[in-house]
């Protein structure tokens, strides 16, 4: 199984970016999906998730009204649309899937998520 996820680059604070997310190797229209992101130092941290059917989501306070995850037609693609980016958004942004498929509850937290792929480095400028 591999995630790969794309579309990252160097962008001006208040720039939009669209990232996705590609899987490949299993079928993972039953499982939720999450984006997550590392800035240099820090920890791994969760940004949005949506569930196995796209219709409940989940966004970090830092990210609500800005960003957007979505599922694509395909089932092992998500996106995650990113409006009015600021300084602080900079971190390599990673995709992963829910370890159990239909979860009744959308889970955010990276502990539940596994088969990270390659990261995106999303740089934005002040």
């Known amino acids: 199984v591999q995630l790969q996820a794309y579309g990252g680059g160097l962008v001006q604070t208040g720039d939009s970016l669209r990232l996705s997310c590609a899987a490949s190797?299993?079928?993972?229209?039953?499982?939720?999906m999450g984006w997550f992101r590392q800035a240099p130092g820090k920890e791994r941290e969760s940004v949005a998730a949506?569930?196995?059917?796209?219709?409940?989501?989940y966004y970090a306070d830092s990210v609500k009204g800005r960003f957007t995850i979505s599922r694509g037609n395909a089932e092992n693609t998500v996106y995650l649309q990113m409006n009015s980016l600021k300084p602080e958004d900079t971190a390599v942004y990673y995709c992963?899937?829910?370890?159990?498929?239909?979860?009744?509850?959308?889970?955010?937290?990276?502990?539940?998520?596994?088969?990270w792929g390659r990261g995106t480095q999303v740089t934005v400028s002040s």
């Open positions: 190797g299993r079928t993972f229209g039953s499982y939720a």
């Open positions: 992963a899937v829910d370890r159990i498929p239909v979860r009744l509850e959308l889970r955010h937290n990276r502990d539940d998520y596994e088969y």
């Open positions: 949506i569930n196995w059917s796209g219709g409940i989501t």
